[in-house]
């Protein structure tokens, strides 16, 4: 890592360290720039890349097929050619000709490059800069992001976009979703005219699409019609100082894209009420509050497979309305020490993101004054819910796709991702659906806006060349994603850790995952040794 970007790390972390009163406002604040990337960082592209022998995942749903080699010539995929039976020798007439680079991919499995819906670049209240949130995803295969609201600011999120797009830095390819009145000197967003004036300026601007939250309906229906017809997209977190106004119901009648989180979808299920039951004393802007209660939310909508339930399932399908659940940000409201002491954050957990994430009046999602047993019985019986309906919609040809929102709530860039993975397939979903959640499904989202085919996410001839090379069966076990790996015998019967993303592939560079992940773990050591203090207690 370069000296300068080094100092600009340890600078954060230590910074991060000194008792502060965090604020929203911090927040938004900028992080350092990725450095460029270094000569030794990626391989390629290549005049003829071959992956030689692979299973592949295609993206589809489509169960693995193999052996394959895939012929990648520049940035794109030209040819997907089977080249024999498994068990059997290669079939060398069908192998295609000679390459200028080969992968040995026998035995090995290669999916399209993940996409993460929801993902938030650091920020200046954790201390992660650019850098160390890039190589946690790209260590995880994560080779397309869509960042939620560009918290760092759009003229920054637009030149990383730029830069990632150019491989200047090692990064994924970015798409830029921005909150109203974001980046403009031209007032407040109070009326209608102001939303489509400003949807105006920002699609000059080149941003992809729109973060939207609890806006009046009226400013809600100028900014989604404004920005259908610059060609925008649009996701939407319906918070709970709006959504007695407007539910995932009514948002997606006026031709919102897709829905963040679940806020939303259980108020348009209400058929006994029409707000939430909150306590007495419930104030939003106590973090206890707003988390405690909305675990206690599913199970006051209409029960599953009721006519309400249906009704409304019926007109968002009708509507081909999306869905990011989001499902991993909020686990460790139902198992809190689960998230707290994954076996990530020793390695991998900066020392001033593990202090962003202890209980604290003003850090978001930092809401454990005093989380019980009971609430933590909420929070699972809400997720069962929630997965129900989940997955009932993906059975009756509705998309969800996969996004993390990490960097808060005990949850890690990267490794959060991967348990996005594993909480569809607790939701149902078989890791086929997964796959394609989290590859094609995601690729939709953000081309259909622009009125374009997908260009990744499927690995056939013509896609962008955005790829992961693992060595284990993800479909047996979607652990061998995660960077640590997961834990096997041995043919002696000894325990070993397997599996992690062998190559990250964007753009037909060749990325070494766990080269990566070796960044990572450098960049936190470093601010460890600058750092008065550890990342934690036990094991950390």
């Avoid at 954060?12 to 911090?26: C, G, K």
């Avoid at 407007?246 to 963040?260: F, P, T, V």
């Avoid at 399908?317 to 994954?342: G, H, K, N, Q, W």
């Amino acid at each position: 890592m370069r000296v300068e970007a080094r100092k600009q790390v340890l600078l954060l972390a230590m910074t991060m360290l000194i008792p502060a009163v965090l604020s929203s406002q911090q927040a938004s604040r900028t992080v350092p720039h990725a450095p460029d990337r270094g000569a030794d960082e990626g391989e390629g592209p290549f005049e003829r890349l071959i992956i030689r022998g692979a299973t592949v995942l295609d993206g589809t749903g489509a169960p693995g097929q193999g052996p394959i080699d895939i012929v990648i010539e520049g940035n794109r995929i030209v040819r997907v050619a089977s080249v024999g039976s498994p068990g059997a020798p290669i079939n060398e007439r069908r192998r295609p000709g000679d390459a200028t680079r080969e992968i040995d991919a026998h035995g090995m499995y290669v999916l399209p490059g993940f996409v993460d819906t929801h993902a938030h670049t650091g920020g200046l209240s954790q201390g992660t800069p650019a850098e160390y949130v890039y190589k946690l995803w790209m260590g995880h295969g994560v080779t397309t992001i869509r960042d939620p609201g560009s918290g760092n600011g759009v003229d920054w999120t637009l030149q990383a976009r730029a830069r990632s797009a150019d491989n200047e830095i090692v990064a994924p390819r970015i798409f830029v979703y921005v909150r109203p009145g974001a980046g403009w000197d031209g007032g407040p967003i109070t009326t209608p005219d102001a939303a489509r004036e400003w949807v105006r300026w920002a699609a000059d601007q080149g941003v992809d699409g729109l973060k939207l939250g609890s806006y009046d309906p009226e400013i809600m229906a100028a900014l989604i019609a404004e920005a259908r017809a610059h060609g925008l997209g649009t996701q939407a977190h319906l918070g709970q100082m709006g959504v007695a106004r407007m539910d995932a119901l009514d948002a997606a009648k006026l031709g919102l894209g897709s829905l963040e989180h679940w806020y939303g979808l259980p108020e348009a299920l209400f058929d006994d009420r029409s707000v939430q039951d909150f306590p007495y004393d419930y104030n939003y802007n106590n973090e206890y509050h707003r988390f405690g209660q909305a675990g206690r939310l599913w199970r006051q909508a209409s029960e599953p497979g009721s006519d309400k339930w249906n009704e409304v399932m019926d007109e968002l399908l009708e509507l081909d309305f999306i869905l990011s659940p989001t499902l991993t940000i909020y686990e460790a409201s139902r198992d809190v020490m689960r998230a707290r002491e994954a076996e990530w954050h020793g390695v991998y957990t900066l020392p001033s993101l593990w202090q962003f994430y202890q209980p604290s009046r003003t850090s978001h999602g930092s809401y454990w004054f005093d989380w019980t047993t009971q609430d933590e019985i909420e929070w699972k019986n809400n997720y069962r819910i929630w997965m129900t309906f989940l997955n009932q919609y993906k059975n009756r040809g509705g998309r969800v796709c996969t996004g993390s929102d990490a960097g808060f709530i005990y949850k890690l860039y990267g490794f959060g991702y991967i348990r996005e993975l594993e909480l569809l397939q607790e939701a149902g979903f078989h890791p086929l659906e997964v796959v394609r959640a989290a590859t094609l499904c995601g690729a939709e989202t953000l081309h259909e806006p622009k009125g374009q085919d997908v260009s990744f996410g499927l690995i056939k001839p013509g896609m962008l060349a955005d790829l992961v090379v693992v060595e284990e069966n993800p479909i047996h076990n979607l652990k061998v994603l995660y960077g640590t790996g997961t834990i096997k015998l041995d043919e002696a019967g000894d325990p070993i850790r397997v599996g992690g993303v062998k190559y990250t592939i964007k753009d037909g560079i060749v990325y070494d995952a766990k080269q990566l992940l070796a960044d990572v773990a450098r960049i936190v050591e470093e601010a460890k040794q600058s750092a008065t203090t550890g990342v934690g207690e036990g094991s950390h």
